[in-house]
């Protein structure tokens, strides 16, 4: 991985560059930026500079024992903390875990890499061991944090990483990425690169879920519930399996509900067309904008439509997660937990 590898990121990468040039590393770097945008990629490019034997200028080389030993995920001195498979958080004993290994010398002699992803979910006791360890940093050792939530973390470890903001890619690289690949319809770049908002790794897990067909669908029976009619929604949702690609397929669709809702908001505050996801259903959203109340609904619609992308990540069934959603929305006013659909979600929870 190489920063020239990363798409529309120029002022980040040049903080890191001129550091890596410098050789003036801080210990610590908390990486944020909305999701999709290509911040992970940057902390692989980075810690692949940091650890490479024979870099060039401030790029990893590729090519030499320590590269490898990174591209095949082998090096033994990068550490990576992640959300364990079939949890929602990062434990702390998967903290000290790694804690214990950066006691250890560094194989290679040089600096030590660890790579928190997302940092947000690191869990309350979990992160307060990790301010001890930055508080008292090991010599040669660098954090990377990453997170699309940095409210979401202790103020204390916020203050002693610097920061690098990332943005929403740019469109015309967006496109031209979307385009260059062989599993993405060319006949929908364009409508992926609109609803994607600049996000890479939203447009490709769209792509990837085929969550676009769905769409049509997918408004429609929503729109139903809204207007109290629960039924074909019910339905709809029973269909998406409790399979890995049933669960990528349910995310991908709240997607493109919280984005729905994003444009109601939009339209109903007086924003512009050129602030919407769904661009090419201008009408249909100005529609729904102009309905009073919209806004209020459409922003209770937001909160609960995280509230199931959450339930599924914690393993509720994609199907009860949805069907509970439709309930909420279809109650009065679309408040949560006002009928039995949405309690059969949060039991399952």
């Known amino acids: 991985m190489r920063f020239s590898d990363i798409l529309g990121q120029e002022r980040p990468l040049e903080i890191l560059r001129r550091a890596t040039r410098a050789g003036r590393v801080a210990h610590a770097y908390l990486f944020q930026g909305p999701g999709g945008v290509g911040k992970r990629r940057a902390a692989d490019a980075f810690a692949a500079a940091l650890l490479c034997d024979d870099p060039a200028g401030e790029e990893a080389c590729g090519s030499c024992a320590s590269c490898v030993r990174f591209g095949a995920g082998t090096h033994p001195d990068l550490h990576v903390l992640e959300i364990p498979e079939g949890k929602s958080r990062i434990p702390i004993d998967r903290f000290h875990a790694i804690e214990a290994e950066l006691q250890l010398a560094s194989h290679g002699g040089r600096q030590r890499v660890a790579i928190v992803d997302p940092a947000d979910a690191l869990s309350f006791d979990a992160q307060h061991a990790f301010l001890k360890t930055l508080e008292e940093p090991g010599a040669g050792t660098v954090f990377i944090l990453v997170t699309a939530r940095p409210s979401a973390l202790v103020g204390t470890i916020l203050s002693r990483c610097q920061s690098v903001g990332f943005g929403p890619i740019p469109d015309a690289p967006l496109r031209r990425a979307l385009a260059a690949r062989a599993d993405i319809d060319p006949k929908q770049v364009d409508l992926l690169a609109g609803i994607a908002r600049g996000s890479l790794g939203r447009a490709l897990a769209l792509g990837k879920a085929g969550a676009l067909p769905d769409r049509d669908a997918l408004f429609e029976v929503e729109g139903a519930a809204q207007s109290g009619v629960l ?104 408040r949560p937990g006002r009928n039995a659909g949405g309690a059969v979600a949060r039991r399952e929870a």
């Open 231 to 334: 039924g074909p929604a019910l339905a709809w949702a029973e269909g998406v399996r409790g399979t890995e690609e049933g669960r990528a397929r349910a995310l991908a669709v709240l997607d493109l509900l919280l984005l729905k809702a994003h444009d109601v908001m939009v339209l109903a505050s007086g924003g512009l067309e050129s602030d919407l996801a769904h661009r090419d259903r201008v009408r249909a959203m100005q529609d729904e904008a102009r309905v009073p109340g919209a806004a209020d609904r459409a922003a209770r619609a937001f909160t609960r439509i995280l509230r199931a992308q959450q339930d599924i990540r914690r393993n509720v069934t994609p199907a009860l997660a949805l069907q509970g959603l439709f309930a909420d929305l279809a109650g009065p006013e679309g």
